[in-house]
């Protein structure tokens, strides 16, 4: 998975709790994506970041937000979960502005 | 090899055929498509790319067609192995120079040995 790990794999938590889900590479790519994946919807991009402090939102950012303190690490936090935001969630990143995206192996939220 | 028609879910091919997966994308401003490649429990994988000012882009044993006088996209894959069953995704880059893809809601490729 081209030196990307993203923790936990998988998670179970109650609506309105909050929940971070970390991406960690290890290729020093300037661009990292959050998606979330869902049946009937495919891949889904809910923010991404295109450098260190640098974020901006995609199609499906509410309810979500992000972090990059440094450029390995990227946080995806669900401020209070809801049931809605039970998905796959995939992390990517790319060295520049190229659409040859690597994508980490995923974690599976469960909000109940 | 079989054709799909546009976005049916899932394609059944014989082990050796040819297999054909086709995608309709949205964005008539989008310049590039990618093809990516989701094997069970795994994130998508790259597979080939192409920009609109190509027609055809062959890679090992796949080969992209991109037809933008009808949005359209396909991927064939030859000699279709077990190996190749997975979730076939298109995605398309949309307009802007943003690094940010849309993708398409995948065809299921399954393999009959």
């Known amino acids: 998975d081209a030196g990307i790990t993203q923790s936990p794999r998988h998670k179970v938590t109650e609506t309105g709790t909050p929940v971070t889900l970390r991406c960690h590479q290890t290729?020093?790519?300037?661009?990292m994506y959050w998606y979330r994946q869902d049946p009937g919807h495919g891949l889904r991009l809910i923010h991404y970041s295109y450098g260190v402090k640098d974020t901006d939102k995609g199609e499906v950012s509410d309810g979500y937000s992000v972090s990059r303190s440094k450029t390995e690490d990227f946080l995806l936090t669900l401020e209070s979960a809801t049931s809605s935001q039970t998905s796959v969630y995939f992390c990517?990143?790319?060295?520049?502005?190229?659409?040859?995206?690597?994508f980490g192996p995923g974690t599976r939220l469960t909000v109940t | 090899g079989e054709s799909v028609g546009l976005h049916l879910p899932t394609l059944s091919v014989q082990e050796g055929d040819n297999s054909i997966i086709n995608c309709a994308y949205s964005n008539s401003a989008s310049d590039y498509f990618i093809w990516y490649k989701q094997e069970s429990g795994k994130g998508p994988q790259f597979i080939i790319d192409i920009r609109s000012n190509m027609d055809k882009r062959q890679g090992q044993r796949v080969t992209v067609l991109l037809n933008k006088t009808v949005k359209h996209l396909s991927l064939q894959i030859a000699a279709t192995q077990p190996g190749d069953s997975a979730v076939y995704f298109c995605?398309?880059?949309?307009?802007?120079?943003?690094?940010?893809?849309?993708f398409g809601q995948g065809t299921t490729l399954q393999v009959k040995p």
């Open positions: 995605a398309e880059n949309g307009s802007g120079n943003t690094g940010k893809l849309i």
């Open positions: 290729e020093n790519h300037r661009y």
């Open positions: 990517a990143i790319s060295d520049k502005v190229t659409y040859e995206q690597y």
